[in-house]
Each structure stands twice: as C-alpha cells, then as structure tokens.
C-alpha cells in the first residue's frame, strides 16, 4: 500500500500563488508517476499535472498551462505544485495521486485551494 498525503492548502487572492505538496510513502519502490487533479464542488473530477519520476517528463492541463509548474520535492517521493496568477476558477479540493507499476492509481484525502476575487 501507498499513503500519499498533501499539505499546502488555504485562501489567497485572485492573482497570488500558492504552493501545494505531495509525499508518498509506504510501498513506494514501484512509483513512477506522481500527479494533481482538482475537483470544484458540482465539477467533475479534473486533471492537473503530473510528472514522471525516471525522467521529469510533466504534462499540464489546458487551464493551467503556463501558470502552474509541478515539480519534485527535495525528499525522495515528494513532488511539489506552484500555482501562480490564481483564478477564481482555480477553487478547488486538490488531490495528489501516486501512480505505481501495475498500474495502481492511489489518492490523497485532497487539500482544499481557495482563491478570492
């Protein structure tokens, strides 16, 4: 099993940043993509970003290109979400997923982003 927990969370303005943070831990040696999706209360469940460990290879959803980088932490199976020129659009419960080889998807309990217009 996998425990994958994020911290990070909270309120900011409309036009600030945000830093979100994912760790993984447990049965990790399979671990090969690491990931954020969001979901807005009546939204269906949406995909952020996510990166592959082996090579830092990250892929990015369409509303946030070019405003949030995904990246890996400094300790081992951590990876880390920068959120900048937040939108109120961007409200959401962040989840953090760990994909290992198999493929298992596993989920955090998901932290809550709040932007105020």
């Known amino acids: 099993q996998v425990q994958v927990a994020e911290s990070g969370g909270g309120l900011v303005q409309a036009g600030g940043s945000l830093t979100l943070s994912c760790a993984a831990s447990?049965?990790?040696?399979?671990?090969?993509?690491m990931g954020w999706w969001r979901q807005a209360p009546g939204k269906e469940r949406e995909f952020v970003a996510d990166?592959?460990?082996?090579?830092?290879?990250?892929r990015y959803g369409d509303s946030v290109k070019g405003r949030f980088t995904i990246s890996r932490g400094n300790a081992r199976d951590t990876v880390v979400l920068q959120m900048n020129s937040l939108k109120p659009e961007d409200a959401a419960v962040y989840y953090c997923?760990?994909?290992?080889?198999?493929?298992?998807?596993?989920w955090g309990q998901g932290t809550q982003v709040t932007v105020s217009s």
């Open positions: 997923t760990v994909t290992t080889y198999g493929p298992h998807i596993y």
């Open positions: 447990g049965r990790t040696f399979s671990t090969y993509v």
């Open positions: 990166i592959t460990l082996s090579n830092d290879s990250t």
